[in-house]
């Protein structure tokens, strides 16, 4: 990713108050190659972080920054406002989070407070509480005195009272939640005004389009002058824009020098494959991917509606393979919970709605609310909320696979939701199943892909390691199991699950509070069909699978053994991995400011290109490989 750069641009703005309707000047400032050599070999201590932060980072396994986070980290503590753009799964969390706990340690204790020291926001609950979870145990492991609290919208005024009456340094929240505290008093924007040293948005680029902006401008009104604002990103839009002007100043932009839109948002450890075949044999071929073992552990599948979801988890059922769902139809706390647990390595299978999705789904309930508001009360229709979100800034653990089972509605969901493996120093891969009715929306996303130049490389390789035998033999099977999962049976299990999972949820509610840490209390991946599976679908005899899979199979178990072997120890390494965690395809140092090559561990093996890409980009992503 030699191409790849930071480049700091520093804002000149007047005052906040006026910001809109000033003329922007900009003055770009590009990190020179020997600023980047030295800003690239910068170690944690070198950033200037204290030793505290070095210390937890070091129990936690993390012992180099990544570039965004070599970037960003100095501005910060130096008291910058920064717009941090950088690809998904680069480590933008601790970007700012270091800094922020590192200000906080000298400002706790300085004066007597009555609001948080710092806001967090973030577009959606799950991502509210991953970022809560990441600053509770960065404090625990500093042993340092400071406070953190993660409140909902919905959460009743009494809840939040509780919450904010130990006085938190930190707020973790979506914008939403704000102005309702105000409304409930359980904030005074006097207090904000009077204590806020630091606001966050991060995911700033799905800020509005969840309809946050209203909520914005009211937290924004009552901020202080001398607060420190940061807004991270995966990616650039007019949103992002908007934001910046409205709520920064002065900020130093770090964002990528070179590269089209595609090397900014493609992960590019993760190789990319797709299936050719019809709407109906998408189930077929799912369960010979998984049953016949060609592809590795763990595996997240994208669906794109809930009913779908049920089908798929029914149907795999039959089959003895067992799988979670996770969609915006749940309780917060059960989907909390669930990604939780399939983090902790619990289960391997998820299958998860995403939110384009929700929302389409949201809308199409909203438009039969209107038509029959009453019956869908009387029947409890449940309500999907409107602050999920499966895909965006959710840090999926060791996810190996991601399998789009229906096919995303837009290459930023296609590129999302692949986003979800690869993370940090890890490799993955991706499965599309593409039916004719998909073929031109998998144009778009492959032409997306390849970019102006290079319209004649597949980025997306088919995937050769499942045969048209292996697949053939398990379709009488798969046909006839395929017809019991009726329509019925699907409403009833999504039914079912659902009240499992409220009573899960006033449970885990419980049990979360009393032991936050308890993983263990509920189980997600239960199977939800009345009938067990029968016992000659469970196992596939040798005989029906063809050479060539099997080898495909044997390769995949031996790399799951050499990641460690058992299936809680989830994915993200094997010889594949090991081959290709190597620096050229390592997600996190293709944000390399650097641009050049590294010596050291690891690194040394792996040149750039020609052209300056990361050698595991193209030459590697585009090999056909065995096994995934
Ligand atoms: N310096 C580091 N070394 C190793 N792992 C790291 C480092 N920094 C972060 N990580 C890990 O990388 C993973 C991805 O980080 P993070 O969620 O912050 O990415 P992100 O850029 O915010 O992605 P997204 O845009 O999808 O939210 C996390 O599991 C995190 O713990």
Excluded at 173 to 183: L, N, V
Excluded at 263 to 279: D, G
Aim: with cysteine; proline share 4%.
């Amino acid at each position: 990713m030699g191409k790849e750069k930071f480049k700091a641009v520093e804002d000149v703005k007047p005052e906040v108050e006026e910001v809109e309707k000033a003329e922007e000047v900009e003055e770009q400032r590009d990190v020179g190659e020997e600023e980047e050599q030295e800003e690239a070999d910068k170690t944690f201590e070198e950033l200037g972080l204290d030793s505290r932060l070095i210390r937890a980072l070091t129990k936690k396994g993390i012992e180099k920054p990544t570039p965004i986070q070599q970037s960003a980290i100095p501005y910060i503590l130096e008291g910058k406002d920064v717009v941090a753009r950088a690809k998904t799964g680069s480590g933008k969390t601790l970007a700012y989070l270091l800094p922020l706990l590192q200000k906080l340690f000298s400002v706790s204790g300085n004066k007597k407070k009555l609001a948080p020291s710092a806001f967090i926001l973030v577009p959606s609950r799950e991502l509210s509480h991953q970022v809560y979870t990441e600053v509770s145990s960065l404090i625990e492991l500093c042993r340092v005195q400071l406070k953190v609290v993660q409140l909902a919208s919905t959460m009743p005024a009494s809840d939040m009272r509780n919450a904010l009456a130990g006085l938190p340094e930190i707020l973790v929240t979506t914008p939403a939640c704000i102005p309702k505290c105000f409304a409930a008093g359980v904030l005074e924007p006097k207090a904000i005004s009077d204590s806020l040293e630091i606001l966050v948005l991060d995911e700033a680029d799905l800020l509005l389009s969840y309809g946050y902006e209203d909520n914005l401008r009211s937290v924004i009104s009552i901020i202080p002058r001398r607060c420190l604002r940061l807004l991270m990103s995966a990616t650039t839009c007019s949103d992002v824009e908007k934001l910046k002007k409205l709520i920064l100043h002065n900020p130093v932009v770090l964002t990528l020098q070179e590269g089209n839109d595609k090397e900014e948002a493609v992960p590019s450890n993760v190789q990319q494959f797709w299936i050719s075949c019809s709407a109906q044999d998408k189930l077929l071929h799912i369960l010979a991917l998984l049953k016949l073992e060609v592809v590795q552990k763990k595996i997240l599948t994208f669906v794109n509606s809930i009913d779908m979801g049920f089908r798929l988890k029914l149907f795999l059922e039959k089959f003895g393979i067992k799988s979670a769902i996770l969609n915006g139809e749940l309780p917060q706390n059960s989907r909390l919970h669930i990604l939780e647990q399939f983090n902790a390595g619990l289960f391997d299978y998820l299958i998860a709605t995403d939110d384009n999705n929700q929302t389409k789904e949201k809308e199409e309930s909203k438009g039969e609310d209107n038509k029959d508001d009453k019956k869908n009360k009387r029947r409890g229709k449940p309500k999907l909320d409107a602050e999920f979100g499966v895909v965006r800034g959710i840090d999926f653990k060791k996810v190996h696979t991601v399998i789009n089972y229906d096919m995303p509605q837009s290459v930023t969901g296609y590129i999302h939701r692949i986003g979800r493996t690869g993370r940090a120093y890890s490799s993955g891969s991706s499965i599309s199943l593409v039916s004719p009715d998909e073929m031109e929306g998998f144009e778009e996303i492959k032409s997306f892909l390849a970019g102006d130049e290079d319209k004649d490389t597949d980025i997306i390789t088919p995937f050769s390691s499942l045969t048209k035998n292996a697949v053939e033999s398990l379709r009488y099977r798969a046909e006839d199991v395929a017809k019991s999962v009726t329509r019925i049976a699907i409403r009833e299990s999504r039914a079912q699950d659902l009240r499992n999972e409220i009573i899960n949820s006033e449970k885990l509610k419980a049990h979360f509070e009393a032991n936050p840490k308890d993983l263990d209390l509920l189980k997600h991946d239960k199977p939800l069909s009345k009938t067990a599976p029968a016992p000659h679908l469970k196992d596939i005899p040798e005989y029906l699978v063809d050479p060539k899979t099997q080898e495909a199979s044997k390769m995949v178990k031996l790399a799951r053994a050499a990641m460690g072997g058992s299936r809680r120890s989830g994915g993200g390494g094997g010889r594949t991995n090991k081959k290709r965690s190597r620096k050229g395809g390592d997600p996190l140092k293709t944000f390399n400011p650097n641009g050049s090559n590294k010596r050291g561990r690891g690194g040394g093996g792996v040149g750039q290109k020609k052209d300056g890409k990361g050698s595991n980009d193209g030459s590697t992503q585009h090999k056909k490989q065995k096994t995934v």
